[in-house]
């Protein structure tokens, strides 16, 4: 995943610093250990004092937040290209697939993002609104073509996909798992 996401506005040169090894090292202990991993290594890792880390990120959820902050954006420009794809069902499970890619790329992410849903005043909340949004917009279009169920809504169709992820993480030995998982909740989605 690029390098994307930017230090707030306003660091000192340092500071700046600081922040962009912390996100580049959490990425790698998330990557190596999930979302759980110690975030005295990662500060370790970065070469500075876990006060620094706190400073930056005054929580787990916001260091998660400003890791999944690429793979979110990522979504977004997806789902915005797949608004225009001529078959409207088609484009939703394309973009479904990614979110389940994307959600299995750090153990433990895909459970966070299923609390975030829980509880939107999480840091992490701030990408899963947009998430919501550009999904809702390829869900309602997948409806409208008559493709999905009305009653389909895309909190329910989020919290599946992040379940498929989290299944998916919990048997690594069946790397089609998370595929027929989708595919079986696609079924249910026909009208």
């Given at each position: 995943?690029?390098d994307?996401?930017?230090?707030?506005?306003?660091?000192?040169?340092?500071?700046?610093?600081?922040?962009?090894?912390?996100?580049?090292?959490?990425?790698v202990?998330?990557?190596?250990?999930?979302?759980?991993?110690?975030?005295?290594?990662?500060?370790?890792?970065?070469?500075?004092?876990?006060?620094?880390?706190?400073?930056?990120?005054?929580?787990?959820?916001?260091?998660?937040?400003?890791v999944?902050?690429?793979?979110?954006?990522?979504l977004?420009?997806?789902?915005?290209?797949?608004?225009?794809?001529?078959?409207?069902?088609?484009?939703?499970?394309?973009?479904?697939r990614?979110?389940?890619?994307?959600?299995?790329?750090?153990?433990?992410?895909?459970?966070?993002?299923?609390?975030?849903?829980?509880?939107?005043?999480?840091?992490?909340?701030?990408?899963?609104?947009?998430?919501?949004e550009?999904?809702?917009?390829?869900?309602?279009?997948?409806q409208?073509?008559?493709?999905?169920?009305?009653?389909?809504?895309?909190?329910?169709?989020?919290?599946?996909?992040?379940?498929?992820?989290?299944?998916?993480e919990?048997?690594?030995?069946?790397?089609e798992?998370?595929?027929?998982?989708?595919?079986?909740?696609l079924?249910?989605?026909k009208?």
């Amino acid at each position: 995943m690029a390098d994307t996401v930017r230090p707030p506005a306003g660091l000192r040169a340092d500071a700046r610093r600081n922040y962009e090894r912390l996100l580049t090292e959490a990425r790698v202990c998330f990557a190596a250990h999930g979302t759980d991993a110690s975030l005295e290594d990662v500060a370790k890792r970065a070469g500075v004092g876990i006060g620094t880390l706190y400073r930056h990120f005054p929580n787990r959820q916001a260091l998660m937040s400003a890791v999944f902050e690429d793979a979110a954006r990522e979504l977004l420009v997806l789902s915005r290209e797949l608004l225009s794809a001529p078959q409207p069902c088609g484009a939703l499970v394309t973009w479904l697939r990614e979110m389940v890619t994307h959600a299995s790329e750090y153990r433990g992410l895909s459970r966070a993002l299923m609390a975030v849903d829980l509880d939107g005043s999480s840091a992490l909340a701030r990408c899963s609104h947009p998430i919501r949004e550009a999904g809702g917009a390829l869900l309602v279009r997948a409806q409208e073509a008559g493709d999905v169920r009305g009653d389909v809504e895309i909190g329910d169709l989020l919290q599946l996909t992040h379940a498929i992820a989290l299944a998916a993480e919990g048997n690594p030995g069946d790397p089609e798992l998370a595929d027929r998982l989708l595919t079986l909740t696609l079924r249910g989605l026909k009208p």
